[in-house]
């Protein structure tokens, strides 16, 4: 026991504090070859993190920015069966939408134009084609537009509904047209 006093005596001589409550440091510990405190550049870097996130986020189009959803565009479906005026297996629609109403051109697979004319509201409406006449007993031709499918940025891709007519026979059948590319 008294050794054990002697090596705490002189311990105390040499180290007058060893026995004494340590002291936090001052100064911040440091990253090594760096002159910033040490967790400085870990909080610097999550700011940054965070950051970035928050700016990848908002590169979606902003609410105020409008999101072009018209059928302004070139289109294009097939059908089982048409008026009697061309050959509508395949047709190609050109649109023009101002406002609600729509304007544009229809072209059947032979070649046949016809300008067509109609309205949309929301995501509904209709399309007329007026058939000549000389061509049999023929009424316009309607495309009553019933959905219009969107792709993730609010741009219609298509749209579809029912064709109603009479021209060689009655005319009821669904129809999708898609946008073509480069349009």
């Known amino acids: ?20 409550k340590p002291r936090l440091r001052r100064t911040p510990l440091r990253v090594p070859l760096s002159r910033k405190p040490l967790g400085t550049r870990r909080f610097g870097s999550a700011i940054g993190l965070a950051l970035s996130l ?23 479906t097939t059908l089982m069966r048409g008026p009697c005026a061309g050959d509508w297996s ?6 023009t939408q ?3 109403t729509l304007s544009g051109e ?6 046949v134009h016809f300008p067509v004319s109609g309205n949309l509201t929301g995501d509904s409406g209709g399309i007329t084609v ?11 031709v309607l495309f009553q537009i019933s959905s219009i499918g969107r792709d993730s940025g609010g741009h219609a891709v298509s749209f579809s509904g029912q ?15 898609t946008r073509q590319a480069g349009a």
């Open 54 to 76: 928050v700016l990848a986020g908002c590169h979606h189009q902003s609410p105020s920015e409008p999101i072009d959803t018209s059928l302004t565009g070139r289109w294009s």
């Open 90 to 95: 395949m047709i190609e629609l050109t649109l």
């Open 163 to 177: 064709i109603h007519g009479s021209c060689c026979g009655t005319l009821l059948e669904s129809f999708m047209f």
């Open 130 to 140: 007026p058939v000549p006449v000389g061509t049999g007993e023929c009424e316009p």
């Open 1 to 20: 026991m008294r050794f054990l006093r002697w090596v705490i005596s002189v311990a105390i001589r040499v180290r007058p504090n060893l026995l004494a």
């Open 98 to 100: 101002s406002g609600s």
């Open 106 to 111: 229809l072209v059947t697979r032979d070649g």
